[in-house]
T-cell receptor, first 113, second 113 residues
């Protein structure tokens, strides 16, 4: 059974720093990986979707990379801002229909002004 | 563009009462999902619908029923609410059941006393 781990569970950094969030998964046979952002009391917002054949995806200040063989993905946030404060979750799709999507528990990020 | 809309946003029930959570999407997606999110447990799939007219159980279906009313709408019903069903419920949709990008609603916060 696929397991997805996000470490650390919480992270606090000063504004302006570049930072990396980590997502690891136990079964490398994946179809894609998706990064989400969740603000307090809100739903999940899709940030980036990386297909298994891709190495990275970029959107603005965000860059997500995927290394299937090592079971890892990273989300790089450049020049962090207080508005980036949120919980970031990754989800791995391993096939087999809707049951094949496994979520991590997220990293709670605080950007200090 | 509304995306995925859930109602109600908040609800308090007494044990044994019934209620229905409503979900509608305007992205012409085939697949729709219901998840619950609990502290320390992450997101867990309750039921999903691959396409109009079909529904299937997810990881935690006990105590719930669903109806895919049409392509836009997917409802979740609690027939006899229990305190263990206190949670935040999220509806989501995707263009494809097989690894499609997920779009979430804002969530429905349910408390069962």
């Amino acid at each position: 059974k696929q397991e997805v781990t996000q470490i650390p569970a919480a992270l606090s950094v000063p504004e302006g720093e570049n930072l990396v969030l980590n997502c690891s998964f136990t079964d490398s046979a994946i179809y894609n990986l998706q990064w989400f952002r969740q603000d307090p009391g809100k739903g999940l917002t899709s940030l980036l979707l990386i297909q298994s054949s891709q190495r990275e995806q970029t959107s603005g200040r965000l860059n997500a990379s995927l290394d299937k063989s090592s079971g890892r993905s990273t989300l790089y946030i450049a020049a962090s801002q207080p508005g980036d404060s949120a919980t970031y979750l990754c989800a791995v799709y391993s096939g087999g229909g809707a049951d094949g999507l496994t979520f991590g528990k997220g990293t709670h990020l605080i950007i200090q002004p | 563009n509304a995306g995925v809309t859930q109602t109600p946003k908040f609800q308090v029930l007494k044990t044994g009462q019934s209620m229905t959570l409503q979900c509608a999407q305007d992205m012409n997606h085939n697949s729709m999902y219901w998840y619950r999110q609990d502290p320390g447990m992450g997101l867990r799939l309750i039921y999903y619908s691959a396409s109009e007219g079909t529904t299937d159980k997810g990881e935690v279906p006990n105590g719930y029923n669903v109806s895919r009313l049409n392509k836009r709408e997917f409802s979740l019903r609690l027939e006899s609410a229990a305190p263990s069903q206190t949670s935040v419920y999220f509806c989501a949709s995707s263009g494809s059941l097989i690894g499609g990008e997920l779009f979430f609603g804002e969530g429905s916060r349910l408390t069962v006393l």
